[in-house]
């Protein structure tokens, strides 16, 4: 049976306040679990004992690839623990990593993208699943972004978070102290038409605010505008893209010049 102050602990993950003073995040679903388990610290397994027979491979499975404490519950128990609307019978937590990442050194040698103040948890997780497609192994976040943390966050990323590591600094300090062989391109609607762009293989890709765009403290820090222009030109058109759709191709062209310049 679930205790009621492992269910209070469990319930205090869906802020941002209860998640520091843990240093925990809750994660659901096999699948998910599965994944984070291969790269992240797990120290508590809650499972619906009717998944458990139903997949007792797959049970087996997590509970060898972990040390954490497992817990065996109703279906009933774990609905009451659960963030989804759907429980999927298996719910785990995380313990936060810690990373330690040069920005200046990440962002001269490797494609990096940042965060500006992007709200939707939905969209941060987005944007996290494709930095894993895309191979951008580090995302920087100015302190208003959103937690990535959030249980919204980590279903989004569809176990991104495993290989994507995440910080929260202060971005624009962080971008004004880069030297000139660290690009840096800020999204904007008055920037440089994305095809016509000849664009670097490495330095960092600011995406900003889902209604507001990059502030222009940031946006003053960068050396470069990029815009995806819409079809055909002069077109009335929506007023602008979802970011995590606007990620999705900035980060299909900046690798598609990347391998032609291989070629």
């Known amino acids: 049976m679930l205790s009621k102050s ?6 205090s993950l869906d802020t941002r306040k209860g998640r520091r003073a843990s240093g925990l995040f809750v994660a659901e679903g096999p699948k998910l679990v599965s994944e984070l388990m291969c790269y992240l610290k797990c120290n508590f397994l809650l499972l619906s004992s009717e998944w ?9 499975r997590l509970c060898r690839n972990s ?32 990373y330690h990442v040069d920005p200046v050194q990440a962002m001269t040698s490797n494609l990096n993208l940042a965060l500006d103040g992007v709200q939707d948890p939905g969209n941060i997780g987005t944007i996290v699943r494709l930095a894993d497609w895309f191979g951008v192994k580090d995302i920087w976040c100015s302190e208003s972004t959103a937690d990535v943390w959030s249980p919204k966050a980590v279903q989004a ?8 590591r995440v910080h929260y600094i202060n971005l624009c300090e962080t971008l004004r102290s880069l030297p000139q062989s660290a690009p840096c391109v800020a999204t904007a609607l008055d920037g440089e038409p994305l095809w016509q762009s000849q664009l670097p293989q490495h330095g960092v890709i600011v995406m900003g605010n889902e209604g507001r765009g990059v502030t222009r403290e940031v946006a003053t820090a960068c050396r470069h505008k990029l815009l995806i222009p819409s079809f055909p030109p002069g077109a009335a058109t929506t007023e602008s893209l979802n970011v995590g759709v606007a990620t999705a191709i900035i980060l299909a062209e900046f690798r598609r010049q990347a391998l032609a310049v291989q070629r």
């Open 52 to 60: 458990a027979a139903d997949n007792r491979d797959a049970y087996i």
């Open 67 to 98: 040390d954490a404490e497992v817990e065996l519950v109703k279906p009933a128990e774990l609905e009451r623990a659960s963030f989804l609307q759907t429980p999927q019978g298996v719910l785990a937590l995380f313990e936060i990593p810690s």
């Open 157 to 164: 990323s569809m176990g991104g978070l495993a290989r994507v």
């Open 6 to 11: 492992r269910l209070r602990l469990i319930r």
